[in-house]
């Protein structure tokens, strides 16, 4: 009886080249790069990889001094590093699950913290919420996306798409939302009945409100990363 057995489970779980490229899910939850050249991930992402690869942590003027000082400023803690090689490069994420996408021309806001790893021939710049930065500390930040190439970007559980259409907008908790297409741009707005009803700060009670004509993407689940003042 070869159930339980060691060699079923190698069997079951052993890695498999599915030929779809430099991008390619190993699971939902792993990240398969065939690198041949150079990559960008998020520090702290690599689990494992053979071949011959070469890894920096981005440099402090890797991307030029502006984004240098609003990533100070921001405190994000979406720091990168520069995979180069040949080899295959495997990445996760705290086991979220992982979507693949590629741009062709298109803009992409990614939430800072849900973005893994992108082709170097992508553009990308940090935004910041300026008008959140007084409600929650720290402020919150995104990844603006843009050109031709693959990125990948993460969520807890499955992730959901809401259309945003003229007229009727769409409201998200921030520590949900995972990324929202290039053609929005979210306002914050506050709900103060809620807030009087819990009796305290609430990271509901601050909501993103997109209008216009695009979509969001958010998870079911609502990510810790910031913390909202209670002054």
Request: no cysteine; aromatic share 10%; glycine share 12%.
């Amino acid at each position: 009886m070869n159930r339980y057995s060691i060699e079923e489970f190698v069997e079951k779980t052993e890695q498999q080249d599915k030929g779809q490229g430099l991008f390619e899910l190993e699971t939902e939850r792993l990240l398969e790069i065939n690198l041949n050249g150079q990559i960008w991930a998020k520090s702290g992402a690599m689990v494992s990889y053979r071949g011959q690869i070469k890894y920096e942590r981005e440099g402090i003027l890797e991307h030029g001094f502006g984004k240098m000082f609003k990533k100070a400023f921001t405190g994000e803690g979406t720091s990168l590093m520069k995979a180069t090689g040949n080899g295959k490069l495997y990445l996760a994420d705290q086991g979220k699950k992982i979507s693949i996408l590629n741009l062709k021309g298109e803009e992409l806001y990614v939430n800072g913290n849900d973005l893994l790893a992108f082709e170097p021939s992508i553009s990308w710049d940090i935004k910041m919420m300026r008008k959140i930065a007084g409600m929650l500390s720290g402020g919150l930040f995104n990844v603006k996306l843009e050109g031709r190439g693959l990125i990948a970007i993460t969520s807890h559980y499955e992730p959901l798409t809401l259309l945003v259409k003229p007229g009727d907008p769409v409201y998200t908790d921030p520590n949900a939302t995972v990324a929202w297409s290039g053609s929005l741009t979210p306002e914050f707005v506050t709900d103060i009945s809620l807030k009087t009803i819990l009796g305290r700060g609430s990271g509901e009670s601050i909501q993103m409100k997109f209008a216009g004509d695009g979509f969001v993407v958010v998870q079911p689940f609502e990510e810790v990363y910031f913390r909202e003042t209670t002054s």
